[in-house]
Nanobody, 115 residues
Framework: QVQLVESGGGLVQPGGLLRLSCAAS????????MVWYRQAPGKEREWLAT???????TYTGSVKGRFIISRDNAKNTVYLQMNSLKPEDTAVYYC?????????WGKGTQVTVAR
């Protein structure tokens, strides 16, 4: 029943921008913190950003000032606006919903930053 679907990934040049979306269904979206992670090949999954039900945001240092997480509860969607992209941002980006003892994950969307 619970489904998170990321979209918006693709190929972008260094210095470019991209907006990721994550559409949720099967959950009461507005009562759960929403989170973005990424994972590059050979690396551990990396937490990027969290937005609470009240809209409070936190970021990891490597993306702070470049990425912005937001949510639209009416659309059951969380976004990740990515600016000033670097090659090291290349990864599969995942969204997640923290629902009490459960965490629900999307299948990810590929972001490649290269010329």
């Amino acid at each position: 029943q619970v489904q998170l679907v990321e979209s918006g990934g693709g190929l972008v040049q260094p210095g470019g921008l991209l907006r990721l979306s994550c559409a949720a269904s099967g959950i009461i979206f507005g009562i759960h913190p929403m989170v973005w992670y990424r994972q590059a090949p050979g690396k551990e999954r990396e937490w990027l950003a969290t937005i609470t039900t009240d809209g409070i945001t936190t970021y990891t240092g490597s993306v702070k000032g470049r990425f912005i997480i937001s949510r639209d509860n009416a659309k059951n969607t969380v976004y990740l606006q990515m600016n000033s992209l670097k090659p090291e941002d290349t990864a599969v980006y995942y969204c997640a919903a923290f629902a009490g003892p459960n965490t629900y994950w999307g299948k990810g969307t590929q972001v490649t930053v290269a010329r």
